[in-house]
């Protein structure tokens, strides 16, 4: 199958910010084979003709647990405590496969109508989730957070070791690595320094990444500081948690010395703002992170705290929350937001993707030329991150294969995850 | 015209903060007739069934400058200095009456798709504004900015006291109150005593409310604080400007003093989170605003610092962001945002709109009830306020009439004002 779009605004994410006025970007096999204001030579199947409309790289959300959509909501205008303990952790005690699966589409419906060509997502049940993905057509670099707070930690004591072996064998390079695995630490006060190197050598003797909550909470990396000496970052640096391509979702409390580890192993800051701000945790220091060269990566979280899987909200949040915390118009740009969530991402799941240049993986979103909300458009980059929606996506293209276009769902039955979910999940996992 | 809402989950925004699940709302003459969860007697010549979906009050955008939309992202990017000196304020030079009627036509598309049934504009050549608020059917208080720098002001010296007297001539009390006009006074470092005192009579004398910019920015507020020995609320409070129904944008450096005087003369407070945060001034205290007993409300700004029209984006920043930056996840809830957005709204413009009671103004939404992004409805508030987008709503009423309806405007030719913008306004205004 070779597809053309025509009389697009393509929006790169290069070096240079390019932004190219009524371009031509061809597609085959999954990939970008040319970008240009030229047409492209020879005859192509389907051509897309987007009316002057942006086309820019599918988003990238690195860090979320997807199936959590079931729980939107539920437990809301309660403290921290309150919530996970008397809401969140009950209602996880009753998921089935069947329920996790029609939570996990339902989430996928939501990421893919606003335009997520990839995800990053921790959760339980994985390889269900897994099946969800496989048939929804989007990239995904899956993991199981393990959890561990025992003194006498051991593989086989440990049930989330066995978990991550077996999410691996299950789904790790399947199509042409379209799901990948990644190792998976829940978080530093949920678990033992046994564990963190149990789970470095597994992910290094794997060859994949790392994903691990970091310093989301104010409480957590004072305790840990208190109780090991050192931040969060630093205790499991030592221990060899961040030697592979790793993530590190929230980072709200790092410090100076934090960044400049993560900076030199190549750690990857995913900023959730949404979610840090609805809890309460705080607002990450990201241009400090930025500034210290360290890779800024954006996710919405899980919806059970952000509560939705818009990713052009996301952005704008990131591109003006800084703003105003620092007082300073320019303490992060449009164009920041818009890498943080392209590019950035791709970079933080080692995925050849959040680009529009030949060679790279073909996801790619085009958005409504007549939205009234995107005209006019003075500059592609703020359009998208300060006045775009996720409803604006007129179609979400992943590796090639036009999975949703002007409302339809062409990978997932609507209708029946909507009943499925009505019908089972809600009444499993809330007696209602 | 007598309609039918059935099988709705009415969000009323009432004192007790009731949502009545299966419930019918019946309208008659642009008024909310019947409210319950039995079906009111007698014959319908409309009944929309909203199969279980969010039935609630429009949403009232308490500050807004609707034709700056046609400037969405221009300039930006740049401090506010050179963004306004070098970028807004050579545009606004060459605005003529047309450009302005297709802009404000552009605005008011987005926000009625977006749920706003009732907007407070201020800006210039209003009169003209007036004629697409007239047409597009939504109510609003308009007003004009008044500006004076001299020493020796007199009412004929100063052009925008003829305007104040023109738009009130032209538009106030029009189609029994739907457009109102009110007094207004962009803001106290753009004006001196005379015009305040000047402007408070004005507005006693026609029986009308005022709308001023205040506090903005630090910098506004600490050179007033400075100069005159007083914050801007307590210099324009002695000359009277807050005599009658008053509403002041922004109030992001306002001061425990203030919110005693603002609460006690009942001037209500409109958060402008949005721009607030991306122009980098700040982020308002509204804890404490509300604490203090002040009313307050919600706006947008205008599109050229926010960089869209959507309520239900600036109800979910309002709702997020004070829990952020005070680590509160109970700063502010769904509730509060909600009731800024609506009730608290409609007392700010001094309407019976806001909530959806017997004798109301039938201004009303039905938002999408398979939208993916409001599965599962755990709790009516907290998906309004946290997952909820513009895009979902299905049905935008205002005084009883259907505006909007699946995607199709109803009093707007939307073809021919996106023609009409492309094709002269962006040219005119920009060159291009």
Same mark, same amino acid.
């Given at each position: 199958m070779k597809l053309l779009f025509q009389h697009v605004t393509a929006?790169l994410?290069?070096?240079?910010?390019?932004?190219l006025s009524n371009a031509f970007v061809a597609v085959e096999e999954g990939r970008i084979t040319a970008v240009g204001t030229e047409k492209p030579a020879g005859s192509f199947d389907r051509v897309i003709d987007g009316r002057g409309g942006l086309l820019m790289p599918g988003?990238?959300?690195?860090?979320?647990?997807?199936?959590?959509?079931?729980?939107?909501?539920?437990?809301?205008?309660?403290?921290?405590?309150?919530?996970?303990?008397?809401?969140?952790?009950?209602?996880?005690?009753?998921?089935?496969?069947?329920?996790?699966?029609?939570?996990?589409?339902?989430?996928?419906?939501?990421?893919?109508?606003?335009?997520?060509t990839?995800?990053?997502?921790?959760?339980?049940?994985?390889?269900?989730?897994?099946?969800?993905?496989?048939?929804?057509g989007?990239?995904?670099?899956?993991?199981?957070?393990?959890?561990?707070?025992?003194?006498?930690?051991?593989?086989?004591?440990?049930?989330?070791?066995?978990?991550?072996?077996?999410?691996?064998?299950?789904?790790?390079?399947?199509?042409?690595?379209?799901?990948?695995?990644?190792?998976?630490?829940?978080?530093?006060?949920?678990?033992?320094?046994?564990?963190?190197?149990?789970?470095?050598?597994?992910?290094?003797?794997?060859?994949?990444?790392?994903?691990?909550?970091?310093?989301?909470?104010?409480?957590?990396?004072?305790?840990?500081?208190?109780?090991?000496?050192?931040?969060?970052?630093?205790?499991?640096?030592?221990?060899?948690?961040?030697?592979?391509?790793?993530?590190?979702?929230?980072?709200?409390?790092?410090?100076?010395?934090?960044?400049?580890?993560?900076?030199?192993?190549?750690?990857?800051?995913?900023?959730?703002?949404?979610?840090?701000?609805? !809890?309460?945790? *705080? /607002?990450?220091?990201? %241009?400090?992170? $930025?500034? =210290?060269?360290?890779?800024?990566?954006?996710? &919405?979280?899980?919806?059970?705290?952000?509560?939705?899987?818009?990713?052009?909200?996301?952005?704008?949040?990131?591109?003006? !929350?800084?703003? *105003? /915390?620092?007082?300073? %118009?320019?303490? $992060?740009? =449009?164009?920041?937001?818009?890498?943080?969530? &392209?590019?950035?991402?791709?970079?933080?799941?080692?995925?050849?993707?959040?680009?529009i240049a030949v060679g790279k993986d073909a996801d790619l979103i085009l958005?409504?030329p007549?939205?009234?909300? $995107?005209?006019?458009?003075?500059?592609?980059?703020?359009?998208?991150?300060?006045?775009?929606?996720?409803?604006?996506?007129k179609l979400n293209m992943c590796r090639g294969k036009v999975i949703y276009e002007n409302?339809?769902?062409l990978?997932?039955?609507?209708?029946?995850?909507?009943?499925?979910?009505?019908?089972?999940?809600?009444?499993?996992?809330?007696?209602?």
């Amino acid at each position: 199958m070779k597809l053309l779009f025509q009389h697009v605004t393509a929006v790169l994410m290069d070096r240079d910010r390019r932004v190219l006025s009524n371009a031509f970007v061809a597609v085959e096999e999954g990939r970008i084979t040319a970008v240009g204001t030229e047409k492209p030579a020879g005859s192509f199947d389907r051509v897309i003709d987007g009316r002057g409309g942006l086309l820019m790289p599918g988003l990238v959300n690195c860090h979320t647990h997807t199936a959590m959509t079931s729980m939107r909501g539920y437990g809301d205008g309660h403290d921290l405590h309150t919530w996970l303990n008397d809401y969140i952790f009950p209602v996880e005690d009753r998921w089935d496969d069947r329920a996790i699966r029609a939570a996990a589409d339902l989430g996928l419906m939501e990421m893919i109508a606003s335009g997520t060509t990839c995800v990053a997502d921790m959760y339980m049940r994985m390889p269900v989730v897994g099946k969800a993905i496989a048939q929804a057509g989007i990239s995904a670099n899956l993991c199981n957070g393990a959890i561990f707070f025992g003194e006498d930690f051991s593989p086989a004591a440990c049930g989330d070791c066995a978990k991550q072996e077996e999410l691996f064998s299950a789904w790790h390079g399947y199509d042409r690595g379209r799901i990948r695995v990644d190792a998976a630490l829940h978080a530093e006060y949920t678990s033992t320094p046994a564990l963190w190197e149990w789970i470095a050598d597994f992910a290094k003797s794997k060859g994949i990444g790392m994903h691990v909550h970091i310093s989301e909470t104010q409480k957590e990396h004072e305790q840990c500081k208190a109780s090991r000496g050192k931040t969060p970052i630093q205790a499991l640096a030592e221990r060899g948690v961040f030697d592979v391509r790793a993530i590190a979702a929230h980072c709200v409390f790092t410090e100076r010395s934090d960044w400049d580890i993560m900076a030199q192993k190549g750690v990857t800051a995913v900023h959730n703002p949404c979610s840090n701000l609805k !809890l309460g945790s *705080g /607002v990450a220091p990201i %241009p400090g992170l $930025l500034k =210290a060269g360290v890779n800024v990566a954006l996710g &919405t979280d899980g919806v059970s705290s952000n509560n939705d899987m818009d990713m052009f909200e996301e952005m704008k949040l990131a591109a003006i !929350l800084q703003n *105003g /915390v620092h007082q300073d %118009p320019l303490a $992060l740009t =449009a164009w920041d937001a818009l890498e943080m969530a &392209t590019v950035n991402g791709a970079r933080a799941l080692g995925r050849e993707t959040g680009q529009i240049a030949v060679g790279k993986d073909a996801d790619l979103i085009l958005l409504d030329p007549d939205a009234p909300n $995107l005209i006019p458009c003075h500059d592609a980059a703020n359009n998208i991150a300060y006045a775009a929606h996720g409803s604006n996506v007129k179609l979400n293209m992943c590796r090639g294969k036009v999975i949703y276009e002007n409302g339809e769902f062409l990978t997932i039955d609507r209708e029946r995850i909507l009943a499925e979910v009505r019908q089972y999940t809600i009444p499993l996992l809330f007696g209602k």
